[in-house]
């Protein structure tokens, strides 16, 4: 079993790389056991999701209320 230093590293790396296989695995193994890491990598997804989409989309000037919204669907995920 993998530590959660490693399992959030795996998660930050997947947002950018590809994953191997066997770490896959092992991301996957982890995150069905440790709820914390889970919630992490939840968290991290849709941070990715709505910064892609807001960055393509959305004005500078735009960005209070991006904040406002990424907290508010980031505390619904708890």
Same mark, same amino acid.
């Given at each position: 079993?993998? @530590?959660? !230093? =490693?399992? &959030?590293?795996? +998660? $930050?790396? @997947?947002?950018?790389?590809?994953? =191997? =296989? %066997? /770490?896959?695995?092992?991301? !996957? $193994?982890?995150? !069905?056991?440790? &709820? *914390?890491? %889970? ?7 849709? +941070? /990715? /999701? *709505?910064?892609?989409? =807001?960055? @393509? #989309?959305? %004005?500078?000037?735009? $960005?209070? #209320?991006? !904040?406002?919204? #990424?907290? #508010?669907? $980031?505390? /619904?995920?708890?």
């Amino acid at each position: 079993m993998i @530590s959660c !230093k =490693r399992s &959030a590293a795996l +998660v $930050l790396k @997947s947002q950018d790389l590809p994953l =191997r =296989r %066997k /770490e896959k695995i092992q991301l !996957k $193994l982890h995150t !069905k056991m440790c &709820a *914390v890491c %889970k919630t992490f990598e939840q968290q991290t997804n849709l +941070v /990715e /999701e *709505v910064l892609k989409q =807001r960055l @393509s #989309t959305e %004005k500078p000037e735009d $960005l209070s #209320t991006f !904040k406002i919204e #990424t907290i #508010t669907k $980031l505390s /619904e995920l708890n």
